[in-house]
């Protein structure tokens, strides 16, 4: 039997649940001891949904707001790099499908050519930067 791969949106949708944890070593930026949010996909979504046009907002940000809006001192690095990723290959997958630009979510806010996941996007990053020109962005 062939494995058939998970489209974004599959993965965008796994049905996760986020958790706050408290780490027992040190990891990444996060000493041991700390509460570390571990985010979904759909909070990651809706995170970017509500930056506004022309405005970047960066992944470190993202970090210590939904760390705060989850009452953790940390959201985890990793797992918020990997979901951004899937939201803005799902967002893409929209976009491929004739949805309209205004109504996908609009990753290039939180995308730009220092982001580790604009090398990973399987669409390359000409949509991005051009999104980011058309909101006044530097890419």
Not at 68 to 92: D, K, W
Not at 112 to 120: E, F, L, Q
Request: positive net charge.
């Amino acid at each position: 039997m062939a494995y058939k791969r998970k489209t974004w949106h599959e993965k965008m949708n796994a049905g996760m649940d986020w958790e706050v944890k408290v780490i027992d070593k040190k990891f990444a930026d996060i000493p041991e001891g700390a509460t570390m949010l571990i985010a979904t996909p759909e909070i990651v979504d809706a995170y970017i949904r509500n930056i506004p046009k022309g405005v970047h907002t960066s992944l470190q940000q993202m970090r210590k707001d939904l760390a705060a809006a989850y009452n953790a001192q940390y959201c985890c690095p990793v797992t918020s790099g990997i979901f951004l990723r899937i939201v803005a290959e799902a967002a893409y997958e929209d976009y491929l499908s004739g949805k309209p630009i205004k109504k996908i979510t609009p990753f290039w806010r939180m995308i730009d050519s220092k982001t580790p996941a604009a090398r990973k996007l399987t669409f390359g990053t000409d949509f991005i930067r051009e999104q980011r020109a058309k909101e006044g962005l530097g890419w």
